[in-house]
């Protein structure tokens, strides 16, 4: 993969920020606070005619990046999503409050994964619980695993390097 060079000796000021070129010709945009953005050639094109009169007067401006389409269909979805959250939240409460909403979550409680994940969840607390209770029995236990399966691994890489030798002869 090739490394962008940034070209210095076409470096400018404009608009009170440090704009380079690199050898994709893409514009490296340093704004006074020392954030820079990547822009192709249109998006620095556009920013420059959307701040024409600012340039003209000699103000300061800030080189913005346009929104991606998936960026823009995201938060129109968010937003939708909102407003019909919004509009309909007397039925959503309405919905999870009533009887039979409360029958099922129950019965996936009480039903018998249910339970085997609350059984679960009880013992990893169980166990966390004692790793922070006697925390030097569970260091000896994790020295040994440790250990035990570094040897395998050696043993292992020994095993593949005798069938490779294997083909030498």
């Known amino acids: 993969m090739k490394t962008e060079m940034v070209n210095t000796l076409n470096s400018s000021v404009i ?57 823009k269909a995201m938060l129109t979805l968010l937003g939708a999503g909102t407003i019909a959250g919004i509009i309909y939240r007397k039925d959503l409460l309405k919905f999870f409050k009533s009887s039979q909403t409360k029958e099922v979550i129950n019965n996936l409680v009480n039903s018998e994964s249910g339970q085997q994940i609350k059984k679960a969840s009880e013992n990893i607390k169980d166990t966390v619980d004692d790793v922070i209770k006697n925390p030097k029995t569970y260091a000896q236990k994790i020295d040994g695993f440790v250990a035990k399966w570094t040897e395998k691994g050696i043993n292992g890489i020994g095993k593949v390097v005798d069938f490779i030798k294997g083909f030498k002869k």
């Not at 009170?16 to 006074?32: A, C, I, M, S, W």
């Not at 920013?47 to 346009?66: C, M, R, S, V, Y």
């Open 15 to 71: 608009g009170g920020n440090l704009v380079q070129l690199d050898n994709k010709n893409r514009y490296h945009v340093t704004d006074k606070n020392g954030k820079t953005k990547i822009l192709t050639r249109d998006q620095f094109e556009k920013n420059i005619e959307k701040n024409a009169d600012k340039l003209q007067t000699g103000e300061d401006i800030k080189f913005k990046k346009p929104m991606s389409f998936f960026s």
